[in-house]
């Protein structure tokens, strides 16, 4: 029986368990990334583990999230991750160097191996044939100081391409597809893995597109094969012995296979407030549109602003547009300046803004009152632009440039001009003097913290009995937005007590006063949400920061896949209804006993809920491993000996 991409490289990684799909498995990890949003709690965590530096092949740690430096908190935290990438043998990537998926992908990645990341759009390097995963930040932190990465084997989906994208659609289109046919939730424990003869019509930076965006379907990661074009590719930017060929058997087995033809996809957007809200461009004509950005880890590769860049030379920006532009790398900034692009760009009326995930986490560019922005990003939740009354459509690089000629929403495939041919360059100009490189005499120097970074919370075992209070219900695809912004709140992710002051503020603004009342009180806090909790970002300040507020338990009727492990790592016990209907018969206020949970996690059992409000009971699981259940006994993962 033949393999699939996947299996060959999780078996070369296995390290405990078998490939069987729904068993958890434990890998070894090559390679990880961090950013400095989730990074700086993730290095403060790693070093409580005593280790004298990291065990991995390759660390990398970018600043590419808040760099927007307003006040001393995030400048500090960047001086912190400096010190302590020198100390511990770790690549610093500074600010401006660009977004950490861009850039690894250019600088590091290499086919077959395993890439963790506290990003959640790490699977961006599935694009040259790594196995790439996001994680929370603890878990990359394990994986920095030697332990292994847990994870359930996935079920391998086979996504067979076939067939030629026509003139104006893009690499975007084609993931906002498998959007529409997978949508945002149900795909967890999954990986889509790419074949077919339409896979060679496509290059690396649209390879990495589709699975950067394969994130918002849940799954665990994407991954394209590692051929001839990715060969070129890393050719092109002088790493070409990096490249090994990586494909599935003609025999692999699936899952099951979704054949998807190219030259059927036209233009599409994902309308608000949901990644997974699919329409095609044509429905939504007309449109006025009041901002246009361009960039983030999903869009801003050399092809992509190329592209635009042909596009929009010689014309203007429509005047009631705010355009911006935000190269993905200070390499492809580099390369499209000396090529002359970044002046048509200039000359059009864009805003070249730093190199950096900006607009994307709503850190800046926010657009105004009611606005319309269309935007080549990723997600477009409630209020993570920064506006909360902004309606955020997300499409690919040539829908947004007609966008920005007509200052409305307008099918490219309707403009009357040629659709411009991007040819990759056979050799980028490629410069590394943005990144400090560990040496043996650095390893000597003396952490820098500032006053905005304090140690993690303390943690406590899981109590017989959680006896509480359902402090919030949430509904469907609540993500890790609605639960904890990031935008201009993110300078304070490495202070805990700070930060908690934002939990579920979009949602509820008073939740945090609450919260804090009920923990003083000396209940407990719990959260009560529906299908596909804790969509989106792996940022696990999501799980912290409710634990810091007395949070115990999460109730939902499904969750996502890194949120689930944040949730356990730091103590939190997720609970599925048996009964979905159950969720109707509990509501904000409630006081709620959750019986002899610390036996019933201990032997593996059915919970009872008890509704001491309403005097009603229900049940409710609490699906983990053996491993995990030792975690939620101990009260987290840091309460847990060593780092396996």
Not at 15 to 21: A, L
Not at 52 to 79: C, M, W
Not at 98 to 113: A, D, S
Not at 312 to 335: C, E, M, T, W
């Amino acid at each position: 029986m033949g393999k699939s991409i996947t299996q060959k490289i999780l078996e070369e990684h296995i390290v405990k368990g078998n490939f069987k799909s729904g068993k958890e498995i434990a890998i070894r990890i090559d390679q990880t990334l961090t950013q400095d949003a989730t990074g700086t709690m993730a290095y403060l965590q790693f070093e409580t583990m005593n280790v004298p530096e990291v065990k991995t092949e390759l660390s990398v740690s970018y600043v590419d999230h808040n760099t927007i430096q307003i006040g001393f908190e995030n400048a500090d935290d960047h001086r912190y991750l400096q010190t302590i990438a020198e100390k511990y043998g770790i690549v610093f990537s500074r600010a401006g160097n660009g977004i950490c998926h861009q850039v690894h992908l250019e600088r590091f990645g290499k086919p077959g191996k395993t890439l963790l990341g506290s990003d959640s759009h790490t699977p961006t390097g599935g694009g040259i044939g790594m196995m790439a995963m996001g994680a929370g930040g603890l878990d990359v932190a394990v994986a920095m100081a030697g332990g292994p990465f847990y994870i359930t084997c996935p079920k391998v989906i086979k996504i067979n391409l076939t067939g030629r994208l026509k003139s104006w659609v893009a690499a975007k289109d084609v993931v906002l597809k498998i959007l529409e046919i997978f949508t945002t939730k149900g795909n967890v424990g999954c990986v889509f893995e790419y074949g077919g003869e339409g896979v060679n019509t496509l290059s690396v930076p649209e390879r990495a597109t589709i699975t950067n965006m394969g994130a918002e379907c849940g799954v665990t990661t994407s991954v394209f094969p590692s051929d001839e074009i990715t060969r070129e590719f890393l050719k092109s930017q002088q790493r070409e012995e990096d490249w090994v060929e990586l494909k599935a058997d003609g025999d692999a087995v699936y899952e099951k296979v979704i054949d998807v033809d190219l030259s059927e996809i036209v233009p599409l957007a994902a309308c608000p407030h949901s990644p997974g809200n699919i329409k095609t461009v044509e429905e939504l004509k007309g449109m006025k549109v009041n901002q246009v950005c361009v960039g983030s880890c999903t869009n801003s590769s050399y092809k992509d602003l190329m592209t635009i860049a042909k596009i929009l030379k010689g014309k203007k920006a429509h005047p009631d547009v705010s355009f911006v532009v935000a190269p993905g790398s200070r390499a492809v900034l580099q390369n499209i300046s000396k090529n002359g692009a970044l002046g048509d760009l200039i000359d059009s009326g864009a805003r070249i803004v730093e190199s950096a995930c900006g607009f994307c986490i709503g850190n800046s560019q926010s657009p105004q009152n009611d606005a319309v922005s269309v935007r080549t990003s990723n997600r477009n939740f409630l209020g993570r632009s920064g506006t909360k009354s902004a309606h955020v459509y997300l499409t690919s690089v040539e829908s947004a440039a007609a966008a920005v000629i007509t200052g409305k929403i307008t099918d490219p495939r309707n403009m009357e001009i040629e659709c411009p041919l991007v040819e990759m360059p056979s050799e980028f100009y490629t410069d590394k003097s943005m990144f400090i490189f560990p040496t043996e005499e650095k390893k000597g120097i003396e952490i820098y913290r500032g006053p905005n970074i304090g140690n993690p919370p303390s943690i406590s075992p899981m109590p017989e009995t959680i006896d509480g209070v359902v402090t919030i219900k949430t509904g469907d695809k609540t993500t890790t937005d609605h639960i904890i912004p990031a935008g201009s709140r993110m300078k304070y992710r490495s202070n805990v007590p700070k930060y908690s002051e934002f939990v579920f503020e979009i949602l509820d603004p008073s939740f945090y006063e609450r919260a804090s009342k009920i923990r003083d009180s000396g209940k407990d806090n719990i959260i009560v949400g529906g299908l596909s909790y804790g969509q989106g970002s792996s940022r696990e300040h999501a799980a912290l920061c409710p634990m810091f507020l007395g949070v115990k338990a999460v109730i939902a009727k499904s969750f996502e896949r890194i949120h689930t492990a944040n949730l356990i790592n730091f103590g939190i016990v997720p609970l599925v209804f048996e009964k979905d209907g159950d969720y109707n018969a509990i509501e904000e206020k409630d006081e709620i006993e959750i019986l002899d949970i610390k036996k019933a996690i201990g032997e593996g059992k059915s919970i009872v809920v008890r509704n001491k409000t309403k005097g009603t009971e229900f049940t409710v699981e609490c699906d983990v491993s053996d491993r995990q259940r030792d975690i939620l006994l101990a009260g987290g993962m840091l309460a847990c000996t060593g780092t396996d």
